[in-house]
């Protein structure tokens, strides 16, 4: 087997030699172009497909090869079709059905000569199209609903012209168990929900009249719900939830992500509940007056969030929706200051992540933020007090306090109501900032959740500079530490099947990419 | 009768230690590996294979010589790799056959042809002409009798004798470098649309051309293969072509036992879940797509086995009694094999074999030390994040049921049950009838998986220390990839 690979890719590397040869296979090869995108059903990685534009076929259409891989990277089939020029935005699975969604246009992404651009720019349209592919690799049902887009035509010093324009919310693509599948999108004129059954036809659409920035969908039994994110003065404020039941095909009323004091909210998580099955939100309380004040150690330990909370949706009228505020602004918690400091450890709480067991408990996840006196430069104002100018660089600069982001903390939120910190552990502390520097300049920490539902064990991923790790919150123990960069390797980690990560390993000395899928 | 007794007690002994020794003998030597072995024919090889001028067009020429240097190249660096090994069994046993094939039939094999003996599993012979032929260990395991492993080298040879390979070469560079062979390259370029579709349709082209000749080559190769073993009184029986049709079948094979009684002897823990694949993705589906791995049957090199039987069928040597391959090199060949594959960090068919080994009856400690190795190689590729690749997960529509739980198990058995069967397996019995190389070989594995320094440099150490004490060992091999790092 070893040999005769070796031999195919031999003869191949000989055929290439050939001078008019590898021209060919030069040009040819220019004009094709892949999209890897993973097949996701009921939040879970079922699978991965490449999609590949092979070749223009007419003076507007494309050959295009789908190769459909299961989730441990092996190959089970490919389709081909023609179409014209297409963008796929997602995949999604169900009753062994998979649906592409994707962008399809006359005029988007092609080039044209400049006498044909203005022709072209006239006579343009574009499509969501959607795809239906059973597993025997045939193709059940396309379905194609024109949109509106604002097109151009993209500037160039060459001769070609490029169409452009571009949706104002990308394509969402969930599946719908047991039901189909369901799609969202944003044009120039609306957004628009659109459902299908698992043949591939369209049972419903509804249009969502809403002006947002942002856009986030989950399905939920037979439900689909729709989390809008507007623009407004305190930047993670804004959230509104649209419930629609695809079973009877209404929708419930817009449901404004306030507490009762008329706080906004802001949205870490909607999920599925993993015990029931049924949505739930869970975030932070923002102080109304404070909430902007997010950018430096010193504006977060001013309180930017009065509490936290969660909100679980049990069904979409108002009595099925079930309200869980806990404040720390009044007092109320203890061990927990008025503006969100811990007392146990002496730290601020940034939550990156939350999520809920498969017993229903609420867990935040997120680092430790230790805010201490720079005894050093106060030492240094005091003694340069007299100078006037050199105290007041010195507050400018370095200023009066340092922060630093320490352990990880898993904090849970109790069934009456109140907060504790589960657990914490460690991970790579980072420098001693000034604490009026803005995160962004030393923060590089990102959080990740995953679970298994087979294990019914959450997982934190932490990827810091240096190291990702991995961490068991069940167990309260560090799975593995896997460095960045290992010799001449740097590793990054990707989604994978449930329990799974996808380990990728470049290698720059030897310059080849190593993937594989590995467990949690 | 107490001399009698005697002398059976006595007999019984020197079966014993005999017994014990063929425990101890290696199977090889780390200086039987080609790039040690073969150091002088390697050098000589690149010296000797000169392209000969065969044209005047410079660039038919040219290009004649690349295909040459390529064929140099590709067993030059096989060699290197330690693709191939010269053992004291196997290899005079072959060169056995050929010396026979070569002596009855002098005329068409004038000079011995150069024996390769490579360890690969699949079931293959090769030849690359100028007199090499190379025999894969797969192909002696697979064959069943002395006459079937001679048809397949006299096949092999044939291909020499009738210089197949150099004038493929030949037939290659001239199709390559032909007006009309450009030109229609060349039309892809000026066609504005379908450009891969046309690339492919002249590729495919000429791959179907290719393979029609090779095609022929083979047929001829068989006929005349047929006429050497005829010279060599060898009994030729064309029932072998149709056994090549189940050659992919070993991993299709089931176990005898549960799954759970293999591991469960070693004193192991098991459980069923293990084996039950968990994942909800696509490969638990029922998906059906037309079969694209196949390639066309006009673009295969060999015609179809049951074509292959069909015309040669009439030169079986009715009622020969066919010369099975003796044990030891049956038993030999088996373990080269699988200490290759362990090599090549395929682990989950290596476990299988163990397995159907198992189920043959065989006690051979030494398998059980392979079981060790498995685990704790599994061990230390998840250690280095690289379990799911020596897994090697195999679709389960290419493999019996068998074979699906045990890569489920090898993929989804938790970290610390992993610890724990390595930790077992380590202080196994077995190990009280190990050479000392092969203990030696546990405590480089015990220092790759659970040592708390898990740096390269320890590793190094520990590796350069196994080579140093074991200079012969054929596992020097295995710890030359962490020495040389």
């Known amino acids: 087997m070893k040999r005769s690979l070796l031999l195919t890719a031999l003869s191949f590397s000989l055929l290439v030699a050939v001078h008019a040869q590898s021209k060919v296979f030069k040009e040819v090869s220019e004009g094709i172009s892949s999209q890897v995108k993973s097949i996701w059903q009921d939040n879970t990685m079922v699978g991965y497909l490449v999609f590949t534009e092979l070749e223009k076929a007419s003076a507007d259409s494309f050959n295009y090869k789908i190769t459909i891989m299961d989730e441990n990277l092996n190959d089970i089939g490919t389709v081909k079709f023609r179409e014209l020029k297409l963008n796929l935005y997602n995949v999604a699975f169900e009753q062994d059905v998979l649906c592409l969604a994707y962008l399809k246009s006359n005029f988007l992404d092609y080039d044209f000569g400049r006498r044909d651009a203005k022709t072209a720019l006239s006579n343009a349209k574009s499509w969501i199209f959607t795809q239906f592919l059973n597993l025997d690799g045939k193709i059940i049902a396309t379905n194609a609903t024109p949109v509106d887009i604002k097109y151009s035509i993209g500037a160039s010093y060459t001769s070609k012209r490029s169409g452009y324009g571009k949706l104002k919310t990308s394509v969402l693509l969930k599946n719908i168990p047991q039901k189909g599948f369901a799609c969202f999108y944003g044009d120039d004129s609306r957004n628009n929900l659109l459902i299908f059954n698992a043949a591939g036809r369209q049972t419903w659409q509804k249009t969502v009249q809403e002006d947002a920035s942002d856009f986030y969908m989950l399905t939920s039994q037979q439900d689909v719900w729709v989390l809008a994110k507007r623009k407004e003065k305190l930047v993670e404020a804004g959230y509104e939830l649209f419930g629609f039941n695809t079973k009877d095909s209404t929708a419930a009323p817009k449901y404004i992500l306030k507490d009762k004091k008329g706080n906004p909210l802001r949205v870490i998580t909607f999920d599925n509940d993993p015990a029931t099955g049924k949505p739930f939100m869970a975030g932070n309380i923002i102080n109304a007056g404070k909430g902007n004040g997010l950018l430096t150690p010193n504006q977060r330990a001013r309180g930017p969030y009065d509490g936290v909370f969660t909100i679980d949706f049990t069904g979409r009228k108002k009595s099925e929706i079930k309200e869980n505020y806990i404040y720390w602004n009044d007092g109320s918690q203890p061990g927990i200051s008025k503006r969100g400091r811990w007392d146990s450890i002496r730290a601020y709480c940034r939550f990156e992540q939350a999520f809920r067991d498969y017993e229903g408990n609420t867990f935040f996840s997120g680092s430790a933020m230790l805010r201490r006196p720079r005894w050093g430069a106060i030492g240094l104002e005091i003694v340069t007090a007299p100078t006037i100018i050199l105290p007041a660089m010195i507050a400018m600069t370095a200023g009066s306090t340092k922060a630093q982001l320490a352990d990880g903390l898993v904090v849970r939120m109790g069934g009456k109501g109140g907060l504790t910190i589960n657990h914490n552990f460690k991970l790579n502390p980072t420098i001693w900032a000034a604490a009026r520097a803005p995160f962004i300049n030393w923060d590089n920490r990102n959080y990740y959740h995953l679970n298994s539902s087979e294990n019914k064990t959450n997982y934190l991923i932490v990827d810091d500079s240096r190291n990702f790790t991995i961490y068991n919150v069940n167990q309260q123990k560090i799975m593995r530490t896997i460095p960045h960069m290992d010799g001449n390797v740097r590793t990054s980690i990707l989604p994978a099947k449930e329990g799974h990560i996808m380990v990728s390993e470049y290698n720059y000395k030897e310059k080849y990419t190593r993937v594989s899928i590995e467990s949690l | ?485």
């Open chain 2, 1 to 485: 009768m107490t001399h009698s007794y005697r002398v059976l007690i006595a007999v019984l002994l020197i079966g014993l230690a005999l017994d014990g020794r063929s425990q101890i003998k290696p199977l090889y030597n780390y200086q039987d590996l080609s790039h040690i072995i073969y150091q002088r024919q390697k050098d000589s090889l690149k010296k000797a294979w000169v392209c000969p001028a065969a044209y005047k067009n410079k660039e038919t020429q040219k290009k004649y010589k690349e295909i040459w240097d390529s064929r140099t190249e590709f067993i030059t660096q096989a060699i290197a790799d330690d693709d191939y090994v010269q053992d004291q069994d196997i290899f005079p046993y072959i060169d056995g056959i050929i010396t026979q094939l070569m002596q009855a039939n002098k005329q068409q094999i004038p000079v011995k042809p150069f024996l390769l003996l490579d360890r690969s599993a699949s079931i293959n012979a090769y030849a690359v002409g100028g007199n090499v032929i190379a025999v894969n260990l797969g192909l002696i395991s697979f064959c069943q009798s002395r006459e079937e492993l001679a048809l397949a080298i006299a096949h092999e040879m044939s291909h020499n004798i009738l210089n197949h390979a150099e004038n493929a070469a030949r037939q290659r560079a001239e199709l390559l470098t032909s007006d009309e062979y450009k030109r229609s390259l060349e039309s892809v370029l000026d066609s504005k649309y379908g450009r891969l579709t046309r690339l492919q349709k002249i590729l495919e082209n000429y791959s179907f051309n290719r393979s029609k000749h090779q095609r022929y080559h083979e047929s001829d190769a068989d006929s005349l293969a047929i006429l050497l073993l005829k010279k060599s009184n060898i009994a030729f029986n064309a029932a072998f072509f149709l056994r090549l049709d189940s050659v992919d079948v070993l991993y299709r094979q089931p176990l005898s036992h549960p799954l759970n009684t293999y591991f469960t002897a070693y004193h192991l823990p098991f459980e069923d879940t293990w084996t039950q694949r968990r994942s909800k993705g696509l490969s638990t589906r029922n998906y059906n797509f037309r079969d694209t791995s196949s390639i066309a049957d006009s673009l295969k090199t060999h015609p179809d086995c049951e074509e292959r039987y069909a015309r040669t069928r009439s030169f079986t040597v009715a009622g020969a009694r066919m010369t099975p391959i003796p044990a030891n090199i049956k038993t030999k060949t088996n373990k080269m094999m699988l200490w290759g594959m362990y090599q090549n960090q395929t682990l989950t068919p290596c476990l299988y074999r163990v397995l159907l080994e198992k189920d043959k009856g065989n006690t051979d400690e030494w398998y059980d030390f392979m079981v060790n190795n498995i685990f704790s190689g599994l061990f230390y590729a998840d250690r280095e994040l690289h379990r799911f690749n020596a897994v090697g997960v195999i679709q389960k529509e290419y493999i019996s049921k068998n074979y699906n739980e045990l890569q489920n198990m090898l993929e989804q058995m938790p970290r610390e049950s992993l610890e724990q069967y390595c930790k077992t397996l380590q202080n196994g019995s077995f190990w009280k009838d190990m050479s000392p190389a092969e203990r030696a070989l546990k405590n480089l594995l015990y220092t790759l998986t659970f040592d708390p320094d898990a740096s390269d440099k320890n590793r190094a150490k520990a590796a350069k220390e196994f080579t140093s004490n074991n200079a012969a060992s054929m596992y020097c091999e295995f710890a030359d990839i962490f020495a040389k790092k």
